[in-house]
Every structure is written in C-alpha cells, then in structure tokens.
C-alpha cells in the first residue's frame, strides 16, 4: 500500500479507501521491499523478464504492483526505475484507459478461447514501448488454457511482458512456473498496518481514534486491503462490537467444562445472525492469540485492552487446553466443508472440548488423566475402617449376637458350638501393620535407607521395575536424593517408565518425598546379583538374592528384553 501523497490515484464517486489510496509507484509501495527492489532493479537496469508471477495472500498488492509495474515500462520520464506518474501513459494506466495493459480475471475467464483471444492478440503493436498482460488467479485456469498459455509463455513476443498473480502457486502448472520469476508477497506486519491506516485516516480527514484503527488492523490479519475494509465499516458503523462476535461466555463456559453454558452460548451467536463457518474462523483466530500469548508474546497482534483480556483467558485455559481447542476446532472447519447442518458439526466440536471422555484423541486422554490426577491429590486419605462386627454362629438369633445392656462386660460369652466339617477353618488375626513414622531429610542414613530399599521398597514397586533394578546398586544419599547406578544408558532410558511408582513406593516407606537420580555404571553389565553385591564400591550393593524365592536370576538391560522375560519365563534366547 501507499503513503498518501499527490500521485495517489483517487477514483471519483467510490468512497472504498482502499481505492483511494491506492499505491500509483514503487515508491509507494510498502512492507514488500523484497519485491520493490527486484522489479525497480530490473527495470532501471533493463533487464525486465518476459513473465513473472506473483503469489501471497489476498490484499497484499499483487495486482497494485503489476499495475505499478506496467506503469514503470511504459513511463515517458521514468526516475531510476520508477514511473512519475503524471505523464499521459501513467494516467491512462491509472484510469484503466491504456492499450498497453489488458487485465484478465481467470477465475470467470477460464477457457481456452478466451486465452487464445489474449494470446493472438499479443503480437499486435501498442502505442507504448511494452504490452503487459495482467492475469488474476490464474491458477483458475482449466487445463486447456493452461496449456495455451504455456505456449505463448515459451516463445513470447519481445514487446510483451505477461504478469500472473494468485493466491494458490503449488495449483499452478509446474510448466508455467518454470517459465516466469516467481516472487512472493507476504503479510504486513501489525505496525505496517497501523502506521497505514493513520496515514490514510489523517490525509482523508475521518479522525478515527487509536481504539478504532486497533480494531481495524486486528480484523485485517495482516491484509492492507482488509484493513481498510474494516477501517470503512468500523466508521460507518460506529460500534466496534457489531464487527465480530464476542467469545467471553463461550471461552467462560470452556474453562468451566460447562457443555450447557456452551452451547447456550453458541445458540445466542447464532441467533445474533453469525453464520457457523465464519465464528468458528472467528474463534479459531482469537484463540490463536491465546496461543501465542503464553507461548511468545511479542508474535501475537492483539494489543491493549484485548491484549490484557486474551491473556487472562489464556492463564485459565492453560497452554495444553488451548492448543487442543486450536486442533479440534480446525477439523471442525475441515468437516463443515462437506456437512450439511454446520451448526451441528461445530456444536458437537464444542461438547467434545468440555467433555474429553467423548473425545478419542490423544490430546482428550491426557487431558481427562491430568483431571484424574489433580482429583488424587485433592481427596483426602480415608479415615480407618470400622473392625467388622463378630461373626453370628449359623443357628443363633439376630438378638443373640449382641450382649444385654444389664450383662457384665467382665462375664465371658461361651462360644456357640459349630460343625468344624461345614464351616473352614478360620484364618489366624493378621499382625498389626508397622507404622513407621515420618523422617527427617537430615534424619536419613545411608545404611539404613539402602536396608530398607531392598526390603521394603522394592517389593512395592511392578514386576518391570524388579526386573530392571535386579543389577542396579544404590550408590549415594544426598538428604532426600537417593543415587542407583544401572548398567548401561539404555536402562538408564527405561527408568523413564517405573520412576513414578519407584518414588511412590519409597515415599510410603520413608514418609518423605524423595528423589532420583541416575547414573550409568558399565562395571554391573552382565553381573548376577551375587556379582552385585559383591563389587567392590564405596557404597554397599543395594540387591541381594536371600530370600528370593522365584528361582535363578534374569538380568535384564532392555523394556523388550524384560517383556519377553515376563511373558516366557525360564526361555532362553538363541541367535
């Protein structure tokens, strides 16, 4: 886009702003340097190619700059590359009046003939010194005309220059490609944008405010052409709420995982006339500023008072909600594509984001297990069940089995005779479970911790981890630190799989949250377990085998070696 100065081209009777101020040189050009000093190089230095093709997203000037382009070959006093823009050929250019610039829109002029009629005109003179064909879209083009088009592209007329703009390059032919110079527009920047409209706002005279032109430049994502769009709505509306929907209750009723709360607020949005398509490309947007928000601040373009506003949602939903909602909103846009009721397909999107036990994904499962984990850590621990009340003997009554109020507590109960071949022998009373109380990081020995390792942790912990911790040794103690020597670096990688429960098993024991820390010893490589606790180390070994029962040791250095052990037990691998 333009800086506003005296050879800005303004249309009589269209008041759209983007056509006002429309870009009429190079020098004009802004936020495509890039391609600003490729096409004035090539001019000022004559060495202008036979076919270009420009390619971006909508509103970034690519037909602006052909048409500026056209301008520049055709000036009568051109500037170091540069057209004047008030010579006859800039302003018949300007007014659409010039022979020299034909202006193809391929999206509704896709056939063949009418490419043969561009194409066999092309070898007629013009009054100018180059003929610039200007093709819109044209990745629109069937394959027909396409393929007329190659060959012109091949061999063209010296005089004529052809410039083809799109918004999709990989839909153009690879032939057509080959043949042109391919530059690339991008998206303006959020302070190109702004520093834009201020310019056009002051030089126009619509005194828009800073809350206005903010609200414009967030609805043009980076398109001047949006920009100004949004700019001329906003004033002639003037009401920033009626340009996009609002999402505070609908993001209130995500975090709150209220599926009712959604949808009633989804059904308001719809009755205020959104259509589902563009609200879920709506909130998509504003959840990408979410995203960004807590991820890297200074990508996002939201400012101000929304800035604030995204950033307080952005710390409720947290980073891992909002990259879901991201993915599975975009595949309810990918769905709507082909559904009939798309109200229906975004409804059905949102229950899912509130409820991850309808949801089959990844993302739902780690989501519902981090709600199950914070519940665990939220309830607290059971109060000791009540000892069950004294068996009643078969025969005796329901008011027999308590004693009367005016018995003596003192005076025994005689046993009521039962049949020993009816009823099992009862079990004996199980001994009192040892309580060990609490202890102290300071408190802890290394001795003492290592004994009681081997005893009483290890047994707590899944068969897997036995099997893996059968050659490791325990090697220090640092307060609440407790250092395992393991064989090799791969069992190290393994122990990725039972550290939780390992941690979970010795905080029951010792009453203390405790630490893990890893180090590879190559010397326990291939030892038993009486190797083991054999070798010579500053430290005791931590595994013995007295006591252990389950017959000869399997030493086990991989998650596949240990699971081929516990399915096929005593089996011997042969290579």
């Not at 009721?341 to 994904?361: G, I």
């Not at 003997?393 to 027999?400: K, R």
């Not at 390792?453 to 897997?464: E, L, Q, Y």
Request: charged share 25%.
């Amino acid at each position: 886009m333009s800086e506003p100065s005296s050879s800005l081209i303004q249309v009589e009777g269209v008041t759209s702003l983007y056509r006002r101020f429309r870009p009429g040189r190079f020098g004009e050009l802004r936020g495509q340097d890039h391609v600003v000093r490729a096409l004035q190089g090539a001019v000022n230095n004559d060495r202008v190619s036979h076919a270009y093709l420009f390619s971006g997203p909508r509103g970034t000037g690519k037909t602006t700059t052909a048409r500026v382009l056209a301008k520049a070959l055709n000036c009568e006093n051109p500037v170091e590359g540069d057209a004047c823009g008030v010579c006859a050929s800039c302003v018949a250019i300007a007014k659409g009046t010039s022979l020299d610039v034909v202006e193809l829109d391929a999206a509704s002029n896709n056939g063949v003939d009418d490419i043969r009629e561009i194409t066999a005109g092309a070898w007629h003179n013009t009054p100018g010194r180059w003929k610039i064909y200007i093709f819109d879209e044209v990745h629109q083009l069937s394959k027909a005309a396409s393929a007329a088009l190659l060959k012109t592209l091949e061999e063209p007329p010296p005089h004529v220059v052809f410039v083809l703009a799109t918004t999709d390059p990989h839909k153009v032919l690879p032939t057509i490609r080959s043949r042109t110079q391919h530059l690339e527009f991008r998206l303006f920047a959020g302070d190109t944008l702004g520093s834009l409209l201020r310019e056009v706002d002051h030089a126009a005279g619509l005194r828009a405010d800073d809350a206005t032109i903010e609200a414009a430049v967030r609805l043009g994502r980076g398109s001047a052409r949006d920009a100004l769009s949004a700019l001329d709505q906003l004033l002639a509306t003037g009401a920033l709420d009626e340009t996009q929907p609002s999402f505070d209750s609908l993001l209130g009723a995500l975090v709150a995982s209220d599926a009712v709360e959604a949808l009633r607020a989804l059904a308001t949005l719809a009755h205020e006339g959104w259509e589902p398509e563009q609200l879920t490309e709506s909130l998509v947007a504003e959840v990408r500023q979410i995203f960004l928000l807590q991820v890297a601040p200074e990508v996002a373009d939201a400012v101000d008072n929304d800035r604030e506003r995204l950033s307080s949602w952005g710390q409720q939903l947290g980073l891992a909600r909002s990259v879901r909602v991201l993915e599975t909103l975009g595949r309810a846009l990918r769905d709507m594509k082909s559904a009939s009721e798309k109200l229906v397909t975004l409804e059905v999107a949102l229950v899912r984001l509130v409820r991850p036990d309808l949801d089959t994904t990844y993302e739902a499962l780690d989501e519902r297990l981090s709600k199950l984990e914070r519940g665990v850590r939220q309830v607290p621990a059971p109060a000791p069940a009540a000892p069950p009340p004294p068996r009643r003997p078969i025969g005796a009554s329901a008011t027999d089995a308590a004693p009367s109020r005016g018995r003596e507590a003192s005076a025994p109960i005689p046993p009521a005779p039962r049949d020993e071949d009816a009823l099992p022998p009862s079990a004996p009373a199980p001994e009192p479970a040892r309580v060990t109380p609490p202890v102290e990081a300071s408190a802890l020995n290394f001795d003492d911790v290592r004994e009681r390792f081997i005893a009483n942790v290890i047994p707590r912990t899944s068969r897997s981890a036995q099997l893996l911790l059968r050659t490791a040794r325990v090697d220090g103690l640092s307060g609440t630190t407790l250092t395992i020597a393991v064989p090799s670096e791969e069992s190290r990688q393994n122990t990725e799989m039972i550290a939780q429960g390992l941690r979970s098993a010795m905080e029951h024991e010792f009453k203390t949250p405790m630490q893990l820390t890893w180090i590879v010893d190559p010397s326990l490589m291939g030892a038993s377990i009486s190797d083991v606790s054999r070798a010579p180390s500053p430290s005791e070994p931590a595994f013995d085998d007295e006591g252990d029962d389950d017959g000869p040791v399997v030493v086990v250095d991989s998650a596949a070696a240990h699971l081929i052990t516990e399915m096929f037990p005593g089996a011997e691998e042969i290579s």
